[in-house]
């Protein structure tokens, strides 16, 4: 049983195109986020919600839009894709500040 | 905008021997974390440290945290071919939000 799950795993897609990706965590945490990790593998918070309610929004282009139907589900929706996009996305959940667990996440290429 | 620096930023030794990894930063996190990343996967949570001059062992790694809750350390003994891997350090700030400020990482190599 995974405890954060995202899709897809990998994503290749052209520049301009529109594209989500999808978090499910079933561990009953209230915090969900979503981290970018670059080319040098430097981690970066984009965003936090709490119990479907948006906390972080850490200077994110608008093309940027997370969702969250409830608090079990986080996704994130690009518009507009540029190629300075591509990176590792990570979904992650917590309860605490000691309980946080991560996703596998989702390569994105933008071509 | 608080900031955490890690070194050695790539790290090559030999099986047996022994290395330490610094985090520090010139702000105060109520507490701080330690992952360990491999290729294709997320970071995988090791530790978290809260209290000042706090010490945990897991196995063969040692963190301790600073007195004044700014800098940690991740010391491995006698290092493994399974150590290797990305180790990060993770700082969360006060407050509810449990936010992850990371250091840039160290990349670890441990050659049989």
């Known amino acids: 049983d995974t405890a954060v799950s995202q899709t897809p795993k990998y994503l290749v897609t052209q520049m301009g195109n529109d594209k989500s990706i999808k978090c499910e965590q079933n561990?009953?945490?209230?915090?969900m986020y979503w981290y970018k990790q670059d080319s040098k593998k430097f981690l970066k918070i984009m965003f936090s919600y709490n119990n479907k309610e948006l906390i972080i929004n850490e200077t994110v282009p608008n093309r940027f839009s997370p969702k969250s139907p409830d608090k079990a589900h986080l996704n994130l929706h690009i518009n507009s894709l540029e190629l300075g996009d591509s990176a590792v996305y990570f979904c992650?959940?917590?309860?605490?500040?000691?309980?946080?667990?991560f996703g596998s996440g989702t390569r994105l290429t933008v071509v | 905008t608080q900031l955490l620096e890690q070194s050695p930023q790539f790290l090559s030794i030999q099986e047996g021997e022994n290395l330490t990894v610094y985090c520090n930063s010139s702000s105060v996190f109520s507490s701080l974390q330690w992952y360990r990343q491999e290729p294709g996967e997320g970071p995988v949570l090791l530790v978290t440290?809260?209290?000042?001059?706090e010490v945990k062992k897991l196995k063969r790694l040692t963190f301790q945290f600073g007195d004044a809750r700014k800098d940690s350390s991740l010391h491995i003994t006698a290092a493994q071919p399974g150590d290797t891997g990305l180790y990060l350090c993770a700082g969360i700030s006060g407050g509810s939000n449990y936010k992850l400020t990371f250091g840039k990482g160290t990349l670890l190599t441990v050659n049989p």
């Open positions: 992650a959940s917590s309860q605490s500040e000691s309980g946080y667990t």
């Open positions: 561990l009953g945490h209230d915090t």
């Open positions: 440290v809260v209290t000042g001059g």
